[in-house]
């Protein structure tokens, strides 16, 4: 059975969009958990399955290619699923005296921090994963009616861009243990 250690190209590259065209394509769909390892067995949505043994720091992006036959016209391509995060907006708070800065950062913190919930600061923003319901992050987060901030969702895969590996790994890495594929 064949290892696959690299990633050889991604959908979103043009050359490689083009090469695909006419390809007949296997996707495994990775969880969040999952798609932060570098070693796992994943199963494709043939039912086949692949042995993932990429080199350590490696950070899979969605639309990564692991296998391309150009005789065959096959490839095997990643697809990730993220899982939607909530965004704090801090930046209201910029013009505010510093004991307020302070006393609203530690709210939010104790809000956040009480639900064991992880999270990443970017600037004046706070992303949060979905980890429990979103019903259930609304409701904190009005519960605790912290002033000057405001929160939304978007979807994980939007956030990925602006987001440092270690950071991403943060947002993801530990929010879902539910996974189809097995470490190796």
């Known amino acids: 059975m064949e290892i696959f250690t690299e990633i050889i190209g991604n959908t979103h590259d043009p050359e490689w969009h083009e090469k695909l065209h006419d390809c007949h394509i296997e996707t495994i769909y990775l969880d969040q958990w ?3 390892k570098s070693r796992f067995l994943a199963k494709s949505d043939h039912g086949n399955e692949y042995p993932i043994a990429l080199k350590r720091q490696s ?7 692991i296998s391309y036959d150009p005789e065959k016209k096959e490839a095997i391509v ?15 708070l910029e013009s505010k005296s510093p004991e307020d800065i302070i006393r609203i950062s530690v709210e939010l913190g104790h809000a956040i921090g009480n639900q064991h919930w992880p999270a990443v ?18 409701s904190v987060m009005e519960t605790h009616h912290i002033e000057d901030i405001t929160y939304e969702f978007h979807p994980g895969m939007e956030v990925i861009p602006y987001m440092a ?6 947002l993801f890495g530990g929010a879902s243990h539910h996974s189809h594929s097995h470490e190796l």
Request: charged share 35%; proline share 6%.
């Open 34 to 36: 999952t798609a932060q």
């Open 59 to 65: 950070q899979i992006v969605d639309g990564d290619i």
């Open 78 to 92: 990643l697809r990730l699923e993220l899982n939607p995060v909530m965004e704090i907006d801090l930046s209201k």
């Open 121 to 138: 600061v970017k600037d004046t923003k706070v992303y949060v994963p979905l980890t429990v319901d979103k019903k259930v992050m609304e």
């Open 165 to 170: 590996p270690h950071e991403i790994r943060r």
